[in-house]
């Protein structure tokens, strides 16, 4: 059954796809990717509200799961950040 399973790239345009269906928000980038016991897991990166500049635009990751042939079984959103903020990585949380 290993044959059945979908190739990496299928996976990632799939659930881009998917979750911009099931969101109405494009889908960016994905900025993780994983192969998990039941499917797949990845965080994509989806512009939630385009402002004037760009880089003011509202960005969200959104974990995604999928099952072993690559259709979606949920996602979640993680984080909201501005298009031109970097990350600010800070022990202990905040």
């Known amino acids: 059954m290993a044959d059945d399973r979908p190739s990496p790239m299928e996976v990632l345009r799939n659930a881009r796809g998917q979750l911009e ?3 109405g928000m494009a889908a960016e980038s994905v900025s993780s990717f994983e ?3 039941d499917g797949w ?3 994509v990166e989806v512009l939630e509200l385009e402002r004037v500049p760009d880089t003011m635009s509202l960005m969200a990751s959104y974990q995604v799961e999928l099952d ?3 259709q979606l079984t949920g996602y979640r959103r993680v984080r909201r ?3 031109g903020r970097a990350d600010a990585h800070r022990p202990g949380g905040r």
């Open 81 to 83: 950040y501005e298009r």
């Open 68 to 70: 072993g042939a690559g």
């Open 35 to 37: 192969q998990t016991e």
């Open 21 to 23: 269906e099931l969101t």
């Open 41 to 43: 897991s990845l965080e």
